[in-house]
């Protein structure tokens, strides 16, 4: 039963309502946010994909280059090489590509409907090879000692999972991939239980196995092990064919409550939750049967890859949850959700 309470200003933000911020693009998409509290105002840190105006019979899109330069390709649409059958991702001669450019933008909020962009808050964008097509879906872990972003590193060689350090999202400590391909929709619960940092993740096993949400300790946020699959697909479920941790587990009295992601074998995007033991949180307590949200409203059901409601950022007030989502890949929306309203659905 789809639950959230939508925002009757949605869509929040579309791509209309920025500039591109590569010289010679437009904006295609603007996708999941993460998001976090700073100076009292409600912050996103957008996804933004780029790439040039498409002309007539071909596919143009961007890259960063060996001297991390932004460089557009361009194929032919009918080359027979071309495989475009997804709007995302293409392959031309056995390698894949995505065809847009994504990077991280920062807009702030004091009513969490109007977003405003603020220049000393500059983008931040792919560096180096292991994000030369691009970073995307920030998850933001607000911790003691500062803010813990992790976000997808695609390349040629990869799609792992980056980590950077900030306390005033203006000087950035960049770690590096902390989780190695093919991995994504990485969360870190914002505090240790019984001395350790906790991490959802989502490796994908191409043979056994499948794209399923994973848990790993650590004891410093950098080096993880202890790894444990904690939820699969389920077939002839909404969630038969991928599922991935959205933001950071909510402490709750009941347990940590993770709201997810899951899709089914025709690309359907839903969320649903999920209800970890506060104390070892590889332990699922319960998990939604149904979804509590589905893509319903006419941009969630059309737009650049329609049918998705995709969330990784939300912040908790009292019982109730601001979740804000990427709605059909193109839009930024947000709803509610009462946390009493999710545990009592997963009962
Ligand atoms: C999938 C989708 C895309 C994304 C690529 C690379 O195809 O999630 O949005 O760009 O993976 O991560």
């Known amino acids: 039963m789809d639950i959230a309470k939508r925002s009757n200003r949605n869509p929040l933000l579309k791509p209309a309502d920025l500039k591109p911020a590569i010289p010679g693009m437009e904006i295609t998409c603007l996708l999941n946010p993460g998001v976090f509290k700073l100076h009292g105002k409600t912050w996103l840190v957008l996804r933004v994909a780029e790439r040039p105006k498409q002309i007539e019979g071909k596919i143009s899109f961007p890259i960063y280059n060996e001297a991390g330069k932004i460089e557009v390709l ?16 293409i392959k031309y001669k056995g390698q894949n590509y995505l065809t847009t450019l994504s990077y991280l933008r920062l807009v702030y909020s004091d009513d969490d409907v109007t ?13 180096g090879f292991l994000e030369s097509f691009g970073i995307e879906d920030c998850r933001v872990s607000t911790m003691e000692d500062g803010f813990y972003l992790t976000f997808t590193e695609v390349s040629p060689v990869a799609v792992g999972v980056g980590l950077i350090i900030t306390k005033d999202f203006k000087t950035y400590e960049r770690k590096g991939m902390i ?4 991995n994504k929709d990485c969360a870190i619960f914002e505090e240790k239980i019984n001395g350790m940092y906790y991490a959802l993740h989502r490796p994908s096993s191409p043979e056994l196995g499948g794209n399923y949400i994973w848990i790993a ?15 699969v697909t389920r077939e002839d479920k909404w969630d038969s064919a991928r599922v991935g941790a959205g933001a ?6 009941e347990g940590w409550l993770e709201i997810y992601h899951g899709a089914d074998h025709n690309h359907r995007y839903c ?5 970890l033991d506060l104390n070892d949180p590889s332990k699922v307590l319960a998990r939604s049967a149904e979804p509590i949200m589905e893509p319903v409203a006419a941009y969630e059901k059309t737009g650049f890859f329609g049918n998705v ?5 939300h912040y908790v007030d009292g019982d109730t949850i601001k979740l804000f989502y990427g709605a059909s890949d193109e839009v930024i929306c947000s709803a509610e959700f009462s946390i009493t309203a999710i545990l009592n659905s997963l009962k």
Do not use: M
């Open 271 to 275: 969320l649903g939750a999920l209800l």
């Open 74 to 89: 361009s194929f032919d649409k009918d080359d027979p090489e071309l495989d475009a059958s997804d709007p995302r991702v």
């Open 248 to 253: 950071a587990p909510i402490k709750t009295s």
């Open 115 to 127: 977003f405003h962009e603020d220049p000393e808050y500059p983008p931040i964008f792919g560096k």
């Open 309 to 313: 409601v995709f969330t990784n950022g």
């Open 217 to 231: 300790q650590s004891p410093d946020r950098i080096h993880w092990g202890n790894h444990k699959c904690i939820a």
């Open 179 to 182: 989780f190695p391909p093919h």
